[in-house]
């Protein structure tokens, strides 16, 4: 990076040397995370459960986290100390996930959970958090309880706003009258989404036109889609992850029904390598995003993308999910550096526990943890378009719909919570 012109005071010159030099000079380390000794102090540990097979990969997101807390070890650590990543994959499984969330939190040096990214693990380790005195910063929340756990506070959007996201797109700039959903069965995942849809899609006086919840993994696209075409929708929106998406997409593709439907995407979409997966058909397909453009050249993002450049492998996503494992580790790391003193369970979760409006030019509006009973911090979401191999953004940060947000919009307010 190109280090600025400050020729005020030459403690500010050696800060800046320090801070935009490259290699090593008397064994310290210049990173994009921290400028230090490389941490070789007492670990903290973090702790994540997500869900990386089963019939789906959502692991971007702790890729992305490991990838931050290397490169702040790198740079010094917190105080010296490196953070120390325990990632445990529940494989789609509610009963591994239980047992996955029992054995980090009988972990006595694990402080937090930090980057996690489960379809199924919040409905069990929201309670044993509780029990154990810990503060889950989760990367990716996907089902319900993810959301409405006092425990759990997701850095993303989740499924159900942004699926009331697209909605309002299909339905407020395109038109719509005939929507229908495409969505997965995991219990409170596809349901809850699919409902908020409704509970919007009544607000402007208007009904489903059919919504199809089908096992994980579409095996067979064609009939998936056909099934949801059955009431004659004129706007479809896709709830999976990209890869299920992709398979609809090409099925529509081969039923030539771009023209005839309007398809709106949730932010799994929302991936470099996706446009290259359904192919040039699609341009001009809308996707929800719930965090920035993957390509702002805005302090916290690129900081994100040089991370995953220096840090993660070249296979690993650069997702709007790599985003919330990034954003999550660094709430974490900026919050424990601010606080400092006893780095402990105890004080950890005092720490996040009172987290309010955290800004990153990722989100559209603060993010905060707070003694809230619920969590869903970020709300407010964007829209961007397939254009040229890539994507370019259409419409920014843009309120959501979601009937269900009302009473969690007055708390924000009551408590203060965005700052």
């Known amino acids: 990076m190109r280090c600025p012109r400050r020729l005020v005071w030459w403690a500010a010159i050696a800060l800046v040397v320090s801070a935009c030099g490259t290699g090593q000079d008397g064994g310290a380390a210049r990173t994009a995370c921290g400028t230090g000794k490389p941490a070789t102090g ?7 459960i997500v869900t990386a097979s089963g019939g789906i990969d959502f692991s971007s997101a702790t890729k992305a986290a490991k990838a931050y807390f290397d490169c702040v070890n790198a740079g010094g650590g917190i105080g010296g100390r490196p953070v120390e990543y325990l990632v445990e994959d529940d494989g789609l ?83 719509a ?30 009904t489903s036109a059919g919504d199809v919840l089908h096992d994980p993994g579409v095996k067979d696209a064609t009939a998936v889609l056909l099934e949801a075409m059955r009431g004659r929708p004129d706007a479809i929106i896709l709830q999976d992850p990209a890869p299920d998406d992709a398979a609809i997409l090409k099925a529509a593709q081969a039923q030539g029904l771009k023209d005839k439907v309007t398809f709106v995407c949730l932010t799994p979409c929302y991936d470099t390598t996706f446009p290259g997966q359904v192919g040039s058909y699609w341009e ?22 040089r991370v995953m450049d220096e ?5 690993a996503p650069r997702d709007s999910f790599s985003q919330g494992g990034f954003l999550a580790a660094k709430i974490f790391v900026d919050t424990l550096t601010r606080t400092g003193g006893t780095i402990d369970r105890a004080s950890v979760s005092r720490a996040l526990s009172q987290v309010k409006g955290f800004r990153s030019d990722l989100l ?25 191999g890539g994507w370019s953004k259409i419409k920014d940060c843009t309120p959501t719909q979601d009937p269900d947000l009302a009473p969690l919009l007055r708390e924000e307010k009551q408590l203060g919570l965005t700052g």
Request: aromatic share 8%; with cysteine.
């Open 311 to 315: 840090y993660a492998d070249d296979k």
């Open 364 to 388: 559209c509006a603060p993010w905060y943890f707070g003694r809230a009973a619920r969590h869903n911090a970020n709300h407010d979401t964007r829209y961007i378009t397939m254009k040229g």
């Open 177 to 206: 009258r005939r929507v229908a959903q495409i969505s997965n069965r995991v219990p409170g995942v596809g349901d809850w989404t699919q409902d908020g849809v409704r509970a919007y899609l009544r607000t402007k006086g208007l």
């Open 93 to 175: 499984n509610p009963q591994k996930a239980s047992a996955l969330a029992t054995k980090l939190a009988g972990n006595r040096d694990l402080v937090a959970l930090v980057g996690g990214s489960s379809f199924v693990a919040c409905g069990v380790s929201g309670p044993i958090w509780e029990q154990n005195g810990l503060f889950d910063v989760l990367a990716v929340g996907v089902p319900r309880a993810c959301f409405e756990s006092p425990r759990i506070a997701p850095v993303n959007a989740g499924p159900r706003v942004s699926a009331v996201a697209a909605a309002q797109y299909a339905v407020e700039v395109k038109g």
């Open 284 to 305: 001009g397909f809308v996707s929800n995003s719930e965090f920035t453009m993957l390509d702002a050249g805005t302090p916290d993002n690129k900081l994100w993308r």
């Open 42 to 48: 007492t670990p903290i540990t973090v702790g994540a």
